[in-house]
């Protein structure tokens, strides 16, 4: 930490000129790799570049060279030299006074504003280092940035068990015919082809004749309470406690174990519903006979139209060399294991992209972005969706203000607010 105190004292650093003019072939490529198709970064006399782009003008990109004097790097290094390898963008808050044009060149001036750690994360033990940093043209203010990345040793990461999710059932080829049954609202009940057994749970021979041929019938899903528990401990992942678990006699004389929704005494009559808990598993679980069918859950809240983006491989590698972020854990799926990630997933300049992309589509393309504080949570992988909707939070004095959320199939990947003037 001496390192790092000392790289905090010497303030900001010298401004460090961009490598290449704001120019229109990188707004172009930016722009497709997004998706953002607002007329003001086409081609032309008048293009504009995005705000989300301020910081990709000043990326270093491949060339390992550094400033000598830049705060981050520096810092990385110190890092790097203690073994924190892996590197995790997680907050980026920007302000933009205007949009910058082709031409301009643009100077980036870098502090470090603070390191945190070491803290024990989802991804590994790490450092939080928070720099703060303006853009200039000329003399000219044009942005600014609050940015911190987690410093992190790869695989030292805590286990994380998602207590909100049921466990998933063992599907296998003697219990397959059953689960298909119950993604389409039949309760199936193994039958022996050879004498008519019917039998639960099902197995690869008929305990009454020993005969492998199997099938399977359709259950009416109707039953009765033979015995029952009330589950008061320990917790179960996705379960609220106390849980009552049962042992169904059905109509067509097998027993069955499920969980109950309501309360049940021995001999109630129950019936069968199916609770679908991913896109793959529906379970079958017991609820008294005639119980109304539960209402639909209803629609989160959104002011903005719900965007569903797949990602794809190619999304998260395009937009990372859009945004000239050239961090493995972007490109390289075998890196990106090694450094504790399941694969790649999308970098936070291009979740900043994607947010404006959203708001400014809903808002108009004349929209001005003001600010955008962008906080990441669960990365975002190849073969998910991410899921945005928005809310106006205020509208005052010409701006208003709004909060965007980005959900992938593990939780939040963005929680962001915006100020857009239209």
């Known amino acids: 930490m001496a390192r790092t105190d000392e790289i905090k004292a010497r303030g900001s650093s010298p401004a460090r000129v961009a490598h290449d003019p704001v120019n229109a072939p990188m707004i172009r490529h930016w722009a497709e790799a997004i998706g953002d198709r607002n007329p003001r970064w086409a081609p032309g006399p008048d293009t504009e570049a995005p705000p989300a782009m301020a910081q990709v003008w000043t990326m270093y990109g491949l060339d390992p060279a550094r400033m000598p004097g830049d705060p981050l790097p520096d810092t990385m290094k110190v890092l790097d030299d203690a073994g924190f390898t892996a590197v995790l963008g997680t907050n980026c808050d920007q302000t933009y006074s205007r949009t910058l044009r082709p031409g301009e060149v643009v100077s980036i001036s870098t502090r470090l504003a603070d390191v945190v750690g070491p803290k024990l994360t989802g991804v590994g033990e790490g450092y939080f280092i928070t720099t703060q940093s303006v853009w200039t043209v000329g003399d000219e203010e044009v942005a600014t ?22 466990s998933r059932p063992m599907i296998n080829r003697d219990t397959e015919f059953f689960w298909a049954g119950t993604a389409i609202g039949e309760l199936r009940v ?18 009454s004749c020993h005969a492998m041929d199997r099938g399977f019938v359709v259950a009416s899903g109707r039953g009765t309470v033979h015995s029952f528990l009330v589950h008061h401990a320990p917790a179960v992942p996705g379960k609220k406690l106390p849980l009552t678990l049962a042992l169904v006699e059905l109509d067509e004389g097998v027993r069955m174990v499920g969980e109950v929704s309501g309360d049940v005494a021995i001999g109630d009559a129950v019936e069968v519903w199916f609770d679908p808990i991913d896109d793959e598993v529906t379970l079958a679980k017991w609820q008294p006979a005639g119980t109304p069918a539960p209402e639909p859950q209803p629609e989160e809240k959104s002011d903005l139209p719900v965007w569903e983006l797949p990602i794809t491989p190619t999304l998260v590698v395009s937009t990372a060399l859009a945004t000239r972020d050239f961090q493995d854990v972007h490109h390289d799926r075998d890196r990106s294991i090694g450094h504790g990630s399941k694969d790649i997933f999308i970098n936070i300049l291009s979740t900043t992209g994607l947010v404006q992309r959203y708001v400014t589509e809903w808002a108009g393309p004349q929209t001005q972005v003001l600010s955008c504080a962008l906080r990441l949570g669960a990365p975002a992988h190849p073969y998910d969706t991410l899921r945005f909707t928005g809310t106006i939070v205020s509208e005052i004095d010409g701006v208003t203000t709004l909060d965007v959320t980005g959900l992938v199939s593990v939780g939040t990947h963005v929680n962001a607010r915006l100020e857009i003037t239209r």
């Open 145 to 166: 940035m609050t940015f911190r990345v987690l410093k992190f040793k790869p695989g030292t990461g805590r286990v994380v068990v998602d207590k909100s999710k049921s």
């Open 190 to 207: 193994q039958r022996c082809n050879a004498c008519g057994e019917l039998r639960h749970p099902p197995g690869p021979v008929c305990p």
